[in-house]
């Protein structure tokens, strides 16, 4: 099964993936973990993302192409993947259909506000990294980490003010590729607002369709 997850910040994309690549038998390929492996063995495309980050600069197209080329190359991909993070641009999403087939290109949909309520409400331990949810995992005492004590902190990325920023450029990139796939016959959406498990029954019984 060859998958890609299209969906914004916030949808659970990478949730369902942990969840999918053991119902298929795949690999879940983030594109962000891709760079992290390739800087940590500093291979020759991890030392010039490494450069290109270190500069401030977006990596390009054509280096995120080659990863990814690569990455598909390896023998646990053999029978398939699910792909998280990349196609982000046309040119990408080019690229990708001369490297191989699709099975399908998941969307997962869920409404802006829902995004908002989902990230904003994220809080996180400093020393350890836990993280909790004011609504969906709230800590045992408000604003306090349940084993170190010390206060929780909110991320300036998890602000409003910073979602919604977010959520502009991903539609702007992204609303584009939707309807790209959408043209093929090859997207499928699925209701991201349901429990992780209710999400990954929903997709599992439309890719069966």
Known sequence: MNLVFLGPPGAGKGTIAAKAKDVYKVPHI?????????IKNETELGKKVKAILAAGDLVPDSVTIEMVRERLKE????NGFILDGFPRTIAQADALSEM????AVVNFVLAKEEII???SGRRVCKSTGRTYHVLFNPPKVEGIDDETGEPLIQRDDDKEDAIRNRLEVYEASTAPLIEYYRAKGL??????????????????????K
């Open 30 to 38: 983030s594109t962000g973990d891709l760079f992290r492996a390739n």
């Open 100 to 103: 191989t087939g699709l099975d």
């Open 117 to 119: 309520k989902r990230l």
């Open 75 to 78: 023998a646990d991909a053999k």
């Open 187 to 208: 997207l499928v959406d699925v209701d991201a607002s349901k429990s992780p498990d209710e999400v990954l029954s929903l997709m599992v019984k439309a890719l069966e």
